[in-house]
């Protein structure tokens, strides 16, 4: 396996650290882009810590579900658009995400 240069990983681990400390966007901002990251990686140990994140940020389970829903959706329709297979329209509300 290919090993990244100390200078290259530590350069890279600065990023990290500086991306996930930046005060920029409120906690309640980064917990959710954290949650949907997490969620999109497909990461059990990312998604269980980022929901705690999230829940210790204020961030009500119907959030979470959203997120979880919006992130589900995204990648079935990319799968599926590749493939010529889904068509999306518009909905008015669905009952289940109140």
Excluded: D, W
């Amino acid at each position: 396996m290919l090993k990244m240069p100390e200078t290259t990983q530590n350069q890279y681990q600065h990023f990290i650290n500086e991306a996930l400390t930046s005060t920029t966007l409120p906690l309640r901002e980064q917990a959710l882009i954290q949650l949907t990251l997490a969620i999109a990686s497909h990461n059990m140990e990312e998604v269980r810590q980022a929901v705690l994140r999230a829940k210790n940020e204020g961030i009500t389970t119907a959030e979470i579900e959203q997120v979880t829903a919006l992130v589900v959706a995204q990648h079935t329709r990319r799968v599926l658009g590749e493939y010529g297979q889904l068509q999306v329209t518009e909905v008015a509300e669905s009952s289940c995400c109140r």
